[in-house]
């Protein structure tokens, strides 16, 4: 049976992030065959609706504003309801995202709806919506099978392929007006954090340190090769509690969970809480002078050496083979 399945777009700075295209993929994947209906919140984001119509989206609605300038839970949720209401969708799918995070719990919440978080496939079965998400740090894979009412989802990053952009689609970009009001959260100003380059939850390649790299100044190595392979920096916990590196960087249980590409792993011993947060990278590069350590049970390819000398031959032997090509 056919359904219509919302999609909410997340914007940054005036573009899309990625995970924007991919909950259009899981919409049009759960809604079988039904209706995608793409959905902005924003402040001058109206320009922005045929970019999710190009990538799968049927139509899109906007709710344009200056009180959504900047995400907060009250207007967005607000702004949200306001287009569930007139949609009466029988999904709605967010990105796994700080904000889709907090905005999905609380309109299923005040909706009695279903939630289903950090789903990384998506499937229908008649009248079922199945989604697939880790558990157990992600050792294991459940399915979770929502049979009847509304259902909010987010997609982790990097999970769920998008659709290819196709420029030549066209559907309708209509306004919603509505009127937000009563928030208790004003934003004075945004600080961007000047630890982080490329935003880690959707770098499709990612190089890590960790303690292995015996002080913040080493971390200029994986800066370097980073800027080859164009490549986010990240971090374990050992190595920001060591004051290394920012916690903006911290991947693990405590810190964000990654799904890129290619995770090359440096100086990091493999440490379980670390592991949840890297451990369903499609390739995964461990170096470490210890043989024995665990992280090598999960790399597909690894390199026993002392990081300091391995990784500039690596940065190296990429700028040449990049060049090349």
């Known amino acids: 049976m056919t359904k219509k399945v919302l999609a909410v777009g997340e914007i940054r700075d005036g ?3 990625n995970v924007s295209f991919e909950a259009v993929a899981a919409a049009k994947e759960i809604s079988a065959g039904g209706e995608v209906v793409g959905v902005l ?24 504003s200056d009180k959504l300038a900047g995400y907060t839970p009250d207007g967005y949720s607000q702004a949200l309801q306001a287009v569930i209401d007139q949609e009466s969708p029988e999904g709605i799918v967010l990105g796994h995202t700080a904000i889709g995070r907090d905005l999905a719990p609380k309109l299923a919440a005040r909706l009695n709806s279903g939630l289903v978080s950090d789903a990384t ?21 459940e399915k979770k099978v929502v049979a009847e009412g509304i259902v909010f989802a987010t997609v982790r990053p990097n999970n769920i392929p998008a659709l290819e952009k196709d420029e030549s689609r066209s559907g309708d970009v209509a306004s ?13 100003d945004v600080v961007k954090n000047t630890a982080s380059g ?20 080493n971390f200029t ?8 392979l164009g490549a986010a920096v990240g971090a374990s916990r050992g190595a920001c509690d060591a004051e290394y590196c920012d916690y ?3 991947i693990g249980q405590t810190g964000k969970v990654v799904t890129p590409d290619l995770y090359i792993a440096v100086g990091i011993s493999g440490a379980i809480q670390h592991v949840a947060g890297m451990s369903n990278s499609k390739v995964i590069v461990a170096i470490n002078k210890d043989p024995e350590a665990e992280i090598f049970n999960i790399a597909d390819y690894g390199i026993v050496g002392d990081l300091f000398d391995v990784v500039p031959k690596l940065t190296e032997e990429f700028k040449n083979v990049l060049v090349k090509s």
Do not use: C, H
């Open 176 to 188: 919603l007006d509505v009127d937000i009001k009563d928030l208790r959260t004003i934003i004075k």
């Open 221 to 228: 190595l994986l800066d370097e090769l980073a800027n080859v």
């Open 248 to 250: 903006a960087l911290q």
């Open 15 to 17: 573009e899309f992030r």
């Open 121 to 141: 496939g998506v499937e229908t079965a008649g009248e079922e919506f199945i989604f697939t998400r880790p558990i157990y740090s992600g050792k294991a894979f």
């Open 198 to 217: 490329v935003d880690l939850s959707e770098a499709s390649v990612i190089v890590a340190g960790g303690r292995g790299m015996k002080g913040s100044e």
């Open 41 to 64: 919140l924003g402040e001058n984001v109206s320009s922005l609706g045929n970019e999710l119509i190009a990538y799968g989206a049927d139509r899109v609605v906007v709710v344009d």
